[in-house]
C-alpha cells in the first residue's frame, strides 16, 4: 500500500499527533500499513510472547470467535464501504476499535483501523453523523483481568476510585473484614503489596480514572457510576463466574 502524501496535515495528524494504533488491512486481514505506535506494539508482542506465563482465559475458543468476527468487520468494510466500532481488551485494557473504509487510487477499498484507550465512563455507541455501527465483539485477551471474579472486580474499581475500605464495604453491602479478605486476593493475583498498586491495575485497565474538568461537568448532569461496567467487562466477569461454577 502506497499511503497518502507525507505532506497531507490529517493523514500526519491520525499518525503522529496523538496516541492511536493505525492500521491498513487488506480485506483478508492482511496488514498492509501501521504506524510507529502499532508497530511498537507489536515489537512488545513478540517479544513478550514466550517469556510470559499465559493468562487464564475465560472462554474456549473465544480468541478464534474474535478474530473470526474482526475478519467479517474488515471485508464488509472493503466491500459495503460500511464503517464499525467496538470495545475491546487489548493486554488487560479497555481500547476503543473503529474501523472505517479507506479508498485507493483505483477505487478499490481497504480498511483503516484506528484503536486507542478508552476512558472508565465510554461507551461504543452508534454515530449517526458518520454512519458507524456499533458492534459487541468478544474479549480475546482480557489479560490479568480474566482472573478476578465479578467481586474482585468490584473492589479492585472502588479501590481505584479511592474509596476507604469501610467505604466499600457499606456501597457492596459487606463487612470492612470481608473487602479486606478480597484485597488479599487481588494483591496474589495481581502481585500488588498495598492498595495504590492495585488502584494503578484499574486504572491501567481503564476501568476508573480522575476525571478531567469537562467530563466532571458532564457527571453533574448524569452521575457516572463506576460499577456500572460496558457490556464487554460484564461479559468477561460473567465468564469467570460461569468458569468457577464448572469447575
Known sequence: MIPPSPDDPVWNALLHDGDLCVTVCDRDGNILF???????????EMAHASSQAPIETPAEGCADVTDQIRLEIRRRVCDEGS?????????????????????????????????RRMHPWERVEPDPATGTLAVDVPASDPGIIATLSPRELEVMILIGEGLSYAEIG????????????????????????????????AIRAGLCELPIP??????????YDPLELSAPVREVARRRTKRSQEV
Not at 501501521?34 to 512488545?44: H, P
Not at 453491602?173 to 494503578?200: C, F, M, P
Open 34 to 44: 501501521s504506524n510507529e505506535i502499532s508497530e511498537a506494539w507489536r515489537r512488545w
Open 83 to 115: 464503517s464499525f466500532a467496538y470495545e475491546s481488551f487489548c493486554h488487560g485494557m479497555r481500547h476503543r476499535i473503529s474501523v472505517r473504509p479507506l479508498e485507493q487510487a483505483d477505487g478499490s477499498r481497504v480498511a483503516l483501523v484506528v484503536c
Open 170 to 201: 457499606k456501597r457492596l453491602h459487606r463487612s470492612v473484614r470481608t473487602i479486606e479478605r478480597h484485597r488479599d486476593r487481588l494483591g496474589q493475583k495481581l502481585g500488588a503489596t498495598n492498595r495504590v498498586q492495585i488502584a494503578r491495575f
Open 214 to 223: 469537562p467530563d466532571e461537568a458532564r457527571f453533574a448532569e448524569t452521575p
